[in-house]
């Protein structure tokens, strides 16, 4: 796709974000989590939802390969420009959202010079560099022309890419002390989630930015599976969650569908993100427009959908009385993300959207079918 | 007078104890808080020495003291249970901590490098207790008005307090700026500066009820060692395995 007229608006749009969002981005860089409404029973706010949903959104590489080199999809190798472009760019949009969670960004040397292997959060480090490794080496790869380098790294990024979406959920799940975290189901949750996004992002990136409507129809195919799936197992989690006779964990599911930020659970996750997207692909499913808007439906639903899942089990505390023992709006079970944190989140977004406008101009080829695949145009 | 009651201060004793410890190799201590809850009122002097102890801003408490109200009217109790770190024997919030900067050191106390940290939180999550805290860099003084009156300036405010050094794990931290401790993981270290020139810590000294004590698990003849055996033992979550150091009389 050509850098086009209709490009400008969502550039003007980016460029208003990336320069509204800065002070968010200066806030943090300066005053940290100072400014933050972050206490230490509620550590993990929008922040690390931000950082989960741009991962999960990196996961389309991982999808459009696994159907390519697993299930003989090959027709789907005709974006794997564009889908190397939107995990790298991705990739790029977590590391800062998640660097800029840090009370101390400027000491991430640590993770190399005094690593821990018992630590989730260390090989989740080591994964998201590969993946972006790999990435990086699979778009000089188009660039270039080289289909054999091309294919190694797809196929490398399979199982690299699965360890890094499952670590970020194993991440989770070995936090006992919140047991609406814990428990092997939410390593496998979290790849599905993120292949459902990621799946989400490519789906628009193929019609809106490939015009490839034969891919984008396949894709929503797959997208309708994954979203069943993903129904099933959220049903199952809060199905288990209720009957299973933990009030703890009863608690945080409550705190997700009915707390202070249920609205977007509903309406944005719920609503938007899951059956929006699940009638358009039943509706339109002959419509690659259709299914590209559900697509972007999804993308636009999981923010809210990260945000509960990570908020709402710290509302829960981690023994009876502890919030009220010591009065502080730092010690409270409550989390309203501040006017610093929405504009960091603004700037994380806008630069992901500026990266897609952009793409084109700067990386052409990877915005093209790659140059093996051009005597098959159609 | 009663045959049964102490002969001297429970703290005399500690104290004696304590500098048994310290005199053979300190590192075969083996540090261990045990809180008799008939003893505790609620008085919060423990939770307020300790602040004071480490200069700990807003937000950030190591021992708080929890309260519950049982039953119903009119045999209505309160019940008090203050909550410093558990020390625990398998620290979860060690095994997250992707920079390896906090661990358990050789007497058993669950410790943190300010200047490793680098403030992912992942610890306090980790922490069945919710005995970490993160620093935020708030400030008492805050809101105190800046110029000179019939009170204080915030200047003149801050000079008692926020102006000194926190004196944790042995070294001088400075007055509140933004490096660390600020941004970082904190939590109780029982008062290991204090430990080091044969103090107990704040909590224990300030008990008015006796009701925290502390001494060395390893030493057969302590105080400590003799409530651990008593049939009112209990610890907080034994069912998460991560054996804590600190035990409760119920």
Not at chain 1, 208 to 231: M, N
Not at chain 2, 10 to 26: G, I, W
């Amino acid at each position: 796709m050509a850098y086009t007229k209709r490009s400008n608006p969502l550039l003007i749009v980016a460029g208003l974000g990336l320069l509204a969002g800065l002070y968010g981005v200066f806030e943090a860089l300066v005053y940290r989590t100072e400014p933050t409404g972050l206490g230490s029973y509620v550590p993990w706010g929008l922040g690390v939802a931000l950082y989960l949903l741009f991962l999960g959104l990196s996961a389309g590489g991982l999808l459009v390969n696994c159907l390519v080199y697993i299930l003989g999809k090959k027709e789907l190798d005709r974006i794997a420009g564009v889908v190397t472009y939107a995990t790298l760019l991705t990739e790029v949009c977590a590391g800062i959202a998640i660097a800029l969670d840090l009370g101390h960004w400027e000491r991430m040397y640590r993770f190399i010079v005094s690593p821990s292997l018992t630590s989730p959060m260390f090989w989740m480090l080591i994964f998201f560099n590969a993946v972006l490794l790999v990435y990086a080496i699979k778009a000089l790869a188009i660039v270039t022309n080289n289909q054999p380098l091309a294919r190694l790294c797809s196929l490398v990024s399979i199982p690299v890419s699965l360890c890094f979406y499952a670590t970020n959920g194993y991440f989770f799940s070995i936090i006992t002390s919140h047991p609406a975290w814990s428990g092997a189901f939410t390593t496998i949750w979290f790849v599905l989630a993120a292949l459902l996004s990621g799946g989400g992002l490519v789906t628009a990136l193929a019609w809106f930015s490939q015009d490839e409507s034969e891919v984008t129809l396949r894709l929503g195919r797959t997208l309708a599976v994954l979203l069943a799936c993903f129904l099933i197992f959220e049903w199952l989690y809060f199905s288990a969650g209720y009957r299973g006779g933990r009030p703890d964990i009863a608690a945080a599911l409550t705190a997700m569908l009915t707390g202070q930020a249920a609205w977007s659970f509903w309406l944005l996750h719920i609503g938007l993100g899951l059956f929006l997207p699940l009638a358009l692909l039943l509706v339109g499913r002959n419509s690659p427009a259709a299914v590209a808007w559900a697509g972007l439906c999804i993308v636009a639903g999981f923010l809210a959908y990260r945000y509960a899942f990570v908020v709402a089990p710290q509302s829960v505390p981690m023994l009876p009385g502890l919030d009220k023992a010591w009065q502080d709006p730092r010690l409270t079970l409550t989390y309203t993300p501040t006017l610093g944190e929405w504009l960091l989140t603004l700037w994380v977004f806008s630069l992901g959207l500026a990266g897609f406008v952009v793409g084109p101009r700067l990386f052409p080829r990877l915005f093209s079918r790659p140059a093996w695949l051009q005597p098959l145009a159609r | 007078m009663s045959p049964s009651l102490p002969l001297e201060d429970p703290l005399v004793r500690m104290h004696r104890e304590l500098a048994r410890a310290l005199n053979k190799d300190p590192d075969k201590a083996k540090w261990v808080m045990v809180i008799d809850l008939a003893r505790c009122i609620g008085c919060h002097a423990c939770a307020v020495a300790c602040v004071s102890e480490n200069k700990l801003p807003p937000g950030v408490v190591y021992r708080p003291v929890m309260e519950e109200e049982i039953g119903a009217y009119p045999n209505v109790r309160r019940r008090f249970l203050p909550r410093p770190c558990m020390q625990c024997e398998n620290p979860p919030c060690v095994a997250v901590c992707p920079v390896t900067a906090t661990w358990k050191n050789k007497q058993g106390v669950t410790v943190i490098d300010y200047d490793r940290c680098i403030g992912c939180r992942y610890c306090l999550t980790a922490c069945p207790y919710g005995a970490r805290c993160s620093d935020f860099a708030g400030f008492y003084t805050n809101a105190t008005a800046e110029a000179d009156g019939l009170i204080l300036g915030r200047k003149a405010a801050a000079k008692g307090y926020e102006d000194a050094a926190a004196p944790e794990y042995g070294k001088a931290w400075p007055p509140r700026g933004h490096g660390s401790p600020i941004g970082n993981a904190r939590k109780c270290h029982f008062c290991q500066h204090r430990l080091a020139v044969g103090q107990l810590p704040s909590c224990v000294t300030s008990c008015i009820g006796r009701a925290t004590v502390f001494g060395d698990a390893n030493d057969p003849a302590s105080y400590v060692r003799e409530c651990m055996g008593s049939p009112r033992v209990f610890r907080l979550k034994e069912e998460q395995g991560t054996q804590p150091n600190v035990y409760y009389l119920a």
